[in-house]
């Protein structure tokens, strides 16, 4: 699909979507197997807005497994309509877990290690301390966070817990381990603890979310 915001025009096609600024024109063009979902969000103002929010880009290409999930929900709506409703809020939930895909830059000696740092930190299995791993990558721990943030623009912490709510949604969404066991498994120490940090993110309990990803199924 073809689509026009004011003046801007860019493609919507797979693994790509588009961003609409609230009160801006667009127009577009279907292909002929054009497929539609459209959700309306309302900026929170809150301190963490929506990761999508930050680009400066109307279009932008996202992981593969963001297009699966949207399109899961797209899916199922199509199929029954009525569902829409239960399913809005783990598609927000969704929403929240939306990051523009990485373009892949010049690489540097200094921005190979710190990838190779990322993909330690990235490494679900709750042996990967940052510590250890800007030792490891030959940095001290101001220049280490320096350089990470300037490459991945968030602290090695914060992209740690990124890549572990990652892990919990697909877990959460296509496995019927049950959440204490997905805890122990992402390296929390009790399901207490992941259930706190899973609801201050995004405002619902891991077994919240797994029942509204799973309501459309079930009905």
């Known amino acids: 699909m073809q689509l026009d915001i004011e003046g801007k025009t860019g493609v919507v096609s797979s693994n790509r979507l588009a961003f609409i600024p609230e009160e801006h ?3 577009f063009v279907p292909s002929r197997d054009c497929n539609l979902l459209v959700m309306e969000v ?5 301190d963490q807005p929506l990761p999508v929010l930050r680009t400066h880009s109307s279009f932008i290409a996202v992981e593969p497994w963001s297009w699966r999930l949207f399109s899961m ?4 709506i199509a199929r029954h309509p009525r569902n829409a409703e239960k399913i809005s809020p783990v598609a927000m939930t969704a929403l929240q877990l939306l990051r523009p895909r990485a373009s892949t830059p010049v690489e ?15 490494t ?5 301390c940052v510590a250890d791993v800007a030792r490891g990558a030959g940095f001290g721990q101001s220049r280490f ?3 990470f943030r300037a490459t991945h623009g968030q602290t090695p912490k914060q992209f740690r817990l990124q890549k ?15 959440v204490s066991q997905i805890a122990y498994a992402l390296g929390y120490e009790n399901a207490s603890s992941f259930n706190r940090l899973f609801k201050r993110r995004f405002s619902i309990t891991p077994s919240e979310f797994r029942a509204s990803g799973s309501s459309g199924s079930n009905l």
């Open 108 to 122: 540097t000696a200094p921005g190979l290690r710190i990838r190779e740092a990322a993909q330690k930190l990235g």
């Open 145 to 147: 966070h320096a350089l």
């Open 42 to 46: 309302e900026s929170s103002g809150g």
């Open 73 to 76: 929900f797209g899916a199922e």
């Open 124 to 128: 679900v299995d709750g042996s990967s």
């Open 164 to 178: 572990l709510l990652d892990e919990a949604v697909e877990r959460l969404l296509t496995s019927s381990e049950p």
């Open 25 to 27: 024109v667009h127009a």
